[in-house]
């Protein structure tokens, strides 16, 4: 299957599929006439790091997700590692975010958001941490 259609089934844009194969992720066949042919392990290969770059995944993570899923003789301790390592770093993201929800969240209720020049949100904004 050319470009267009391992896409469409993918659910990834050629753009993307174009840098995966420059980055060594996939490498699809070539035809005679240079066109990228796709297999259906190909395909398979896309849909695989597409869901999990969905997850949050770095590159290097999928290169180490595929491989780990590519080798039968595979330890599943070794994949449940690289998975609660990212899954930390997702805890961690989301407590950070937490924390600035909070923050932002009292100074949008100090603003009395009126025509008076004075505002909280600015003031706070100026403080240093």
Do not use: W
């Amino acid at each position: 299957m050319n470009i267009s259609e391992v896409g469409t089934r993918a659910g990834l844009p050629a753009k993307t599929i174009r840098y995966y194969e420059d980055i060594g992720l996939i490498r699809p066949e070539r035809g005679p006439n240079g066109y990228r042919r796709f297999r259906e392990a190909d395909l398979h290969k896309l849909a695989f790091i597409g869901r999990a770059r969905g997850l949050g995944f770095s590159i290097e993570d999928c290169r180490a997700l595929l491989a780990l899923y590519e080798d039968k003789g595979r330890a599943s301790a070794d994949v449940k590692d690289l998975a609660e390592r990212h899954l930390a770093r997702i805890e961690a993201k989301v407590a950070e975010l937490r924390a600035m929800q909070a923050v932002l969240t009292d100074l949008v209720h100090a603003c009395a958001g009126d025509a008076r020049p004075d505002c909280p949100i600015l003031s706070g904004l100026a403080e240093k941490e």
